[in-house]
């Protein structure tokens, strides 16, 4: 491991995953990756990759520990692995999103695909394992609501306690559901994710608790792998662009990362431009490379309905920064009526997924606009999160109340004509013939 900003190389890590030398974050880097070890020939970690997919092993069977060769060496793994078999997750075309957005080639990489519907379960197989190997009877997260869900379902399968610290009121009931049936400890604490983290922070320097969020350099590395996969998916040739939400940053650092050391690695042979977008009531990184240059981050209050990204104060922005720049990618805002017609977009195309995923759509099309995706370039939306997330956003989306009472009431006539209202009916068959009839006019 060595600290993104003094380089120190500390041998383990503290209890905060913190540079004890001048606090900053620390990741993991591979010196070892000379031309003399098993990562120096791309065509045979190739096929090794995808020989593993019609292996009967777990850790084969797992789209995380099949790219193990890329990942930190967790001794006595067989003992130690812990895994749902997360990642495997489809790459879909979005043939009328594509339209919409005024793009050739668009795909999603459904990250709601895995075992608790997230894209953290990839970070978390890896991360758990390490607490495991550690020795940890207990693990704790903050979170918006995804991260303490797989983190709960990891630890139940590791046989560990966990603890979750979430925002009262502000998460979604499908993920507090997951957590309370997988076991957790759930504790929702009267302010939002930001003052989470921070009575988190301070507990882990006091109790023999190990943390479990994405500064934990073991959640980015294996988050890295969905990249990993992506590539092998496009027969390791990249696309253009990249699209992933911003919250936290954990996620865009940790596919940025990845394609940096697949480069490196002759795995690819050019790199995506990896593109952030932020919700605009949430948007202290946007705010933080437009107006300083990416050079200094203000924490702000955050309030956005795609709860999962209602975060002010990103823990991994320096290395958010660091990716975007590497990739020559971009950052944008979009507002909450985008969001929603966004992701009732995606789930036109048969897809779904959660709000704070569908901002990469949203995103798209004002870089779109903007000019800096073209039409002929080909695009991948990491979407994040399940549509059955958050269906409490949806109902009210499509019966038309998700506005009602805010600041975006009068713009959301913009996003009406995707409304899909359910219709209530007398129970007979003319009424539903007659809005059989209706809906064919309509169509
Ligand atoms: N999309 C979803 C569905 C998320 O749950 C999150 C983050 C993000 C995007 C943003 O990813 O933080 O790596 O930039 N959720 C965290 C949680 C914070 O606690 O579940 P990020």
Sequence with gaps: MRCISCGANPDSAAQDFRCTACGDLLEFFFPGWTYDSPTSDPA?????????????????????????????HIPNLEEHAITLREGNTPLYSLPRCARVAGVDNLYAKHQGMNPTASFKDTGMTFAASSAHHAGFRWVACASTGNT????????????????VL???????????????DYGALTCQLCTDFDGCVTILNQLVRQKPVYLL?????????????????LMEQLA???PDHIIVPGGNLGNSSAIGKALL????????SRLPKLSIIQAQGANPFYRSVREFGGKKLEPMTADTQATAIRIGNPASWKKAQRVLEATCGEVEQV?????????????????????????????????????????????????????????DFTIK????????????????????????????????????IAALEAAERNS
């Design 397 to 432: 989306f499509h019966r038309g109340d998700l506005f009602a009472g805010t600041p975006e009431q009068s713009r959301s006539a913009a996003a009406r004509h995707l409304q899909r209202a359910p219709v209530e009916l007398d129970a007979n068959l003319s009424s539903v």
């Design 44 to 72: 045979a970690l190739k096929s090794l990759w995808l020989n593993r997919r019609t292996s009967s092993a777990a850790l084969d069977q797992s789209g995380v520990w099949r790219f193990r060769e890329l990942l930190p």
């Design 148 to 163: 303490s869900a797989s983190m709960a379902a990891y630890a139940a399968r590791g046989n560990m306690h966990s603890l």
């Design 335 to 391: 507002t909450e009526v985008e969001i929603a017609a966004a992701k009732a977009e995606i789930g036109a195309d048969g897809i779904g997924c959660e709000p704070a995923s569908a901002v990469t759509l949203a995103g798209l099309k004002k870089l779109r606009r903007s000019g800096f995706i073209k039409p002929g370039e080909s695009v991948v939306l990491i979407l994040t999160g399940h549509l059955l997330k958050d269906p």
């Design 236 to 238: 390791w040739e990249p």
């Design 166 to 180: 979430i925002p009262e009121g502000k998460i979604s009931w499908g993920k507090l559901s997951q957590s309370l």
């Design 213 to 229: 969020n994405s500064v934990n350099p073991y959640r980015i590395e294996g988050q890295k792998t969905a990249a990993i996969e």
């Design 261 to 268: 050391e697949m480069r490196e690695l002759k795995l690819i």
